[in-house]
């Protein structure tokens, strides 16, 4: 995700949701040495805090049944900006250094974990770099740089829920068309991508996955407005539905890891003697 301006809210004309059970999104946070020497830990707790905030508020206006929570924030020194640029070096480095975290993570669909970094000092990176993520193979991570805005946190899970950007940005990025992306999807993932799940603009201002200069605090979705023009449409932009139909997901996979913890502590309890 590139850097953006949050738009004012004025003007937001928003739908009434319906009552859901709400999934709670734990996030584990792990630290660069180039984010300890930039922000102190107050700057920093801070501004972590503030994309959370800035999470749910989406989230909320968008009627997703979800909540983003602060889990963790892990200081990982070996960790260093020249990694930033492949995300899958990134993890794997993760991974060697806190293997045991990464597999208790993964373990549960809910719990988000990424690195932050911090171009502050450097011209190592482009802007259009603030976030990454790779769906297809990491589906609970991703990577941010620290100086990014608000939205950048919310865009980058809005990806690992299979949120799309605006169908012209994914069009001129993927340079293949929609049918040629799904036949490229792995089989095991066709049911994540919908034709449905793309930003939009509205009035001059881009929804959280588009790219644009101004950005609104909602997914797209056709049952909201600005300024009186529909911010979505539904037939190719509706990425608060894909976010909704996520959150069923995620809980039919936490309901099933429950029944197996109980099913397995079942199993271990000792026969009764009389």
């Not at 983003?68 to 899958?88: A, G, P």
């Not at 608000?150 to 605006?166: C, N, V």
């Not at 959150?247 to 197996?260: D, G």
């Amino acid at each position: 995700m590139s850097a953006s301006v949050m738009a004012s809210p004025e003007n937001l004309i928003l739908p009434k949701c319906q009552q859901e059970e709400v999934v709670k999104t734990p996030i584990t946070f792990f630290l660069s040495k180039e984010v300890k020497d930039d922000y102190s830990p107050y700057v920093r707790e801070g501004m972590i805090q503030s994309w959370i905030n800035r999470a749910n508020l989406i989230l909320k206006n968008s009627c997703v049944p979800m909540h983003r929570t602060l889990h963790q924030i892990v200081e990982v020194d070996e960790l260093n900006l020249q990694e930033f640029e492949s995300i899958n070096v990134v993890h794997s480095m993760l991974e060697y250094y806190d293997p045991e975290s990464i597999k208790e993570m993964t373990r549960k669909p809910n719990h988000y974990y990424g690195v932050i970094f911090s171009s502050k000092r450097s011209e190592a990176l482009p802007p259009e770099h603030c976030g990454m993520t790779n769906n297809r193979v990491f589906p609970q991570f991703f990577t941010l740089d620290m100086a990014c805005d608000k939205d950048t946190l919310e865009h980058e899970l809005g990806h690992l829920a299979w949120a799309q950007h605006d169908i012209d940005t994914f069009s001129a990025q993927t340079e293949m068309t929609l049918d040629e992306v799904i036949e490229t999807t792995p089989s095991h993932l066709k049911q994540f991508f919908k034709f449905y799940a793309f930003g939009y603009q509205c009035a001059g201002k881009g929804t959280i996955m588009s790219y644009a200069d101004e950005v609104l605090p909602v997914y797209s979705s056709p049952e909201i407005s600005y300024r009186g023009i529909p911010c979505g449409n539904k037939k190719f932009a509706n990425n608060a539905l894909r976010l909704r139909e996520y959150a069923k997901h995620l809980r039919a996979r936490l309901a099933v890891n429950s029944e197996r913890v109980i099913s397995q502590h079942s199993e271990e309890k000792p026969p009764v003697t009389q």
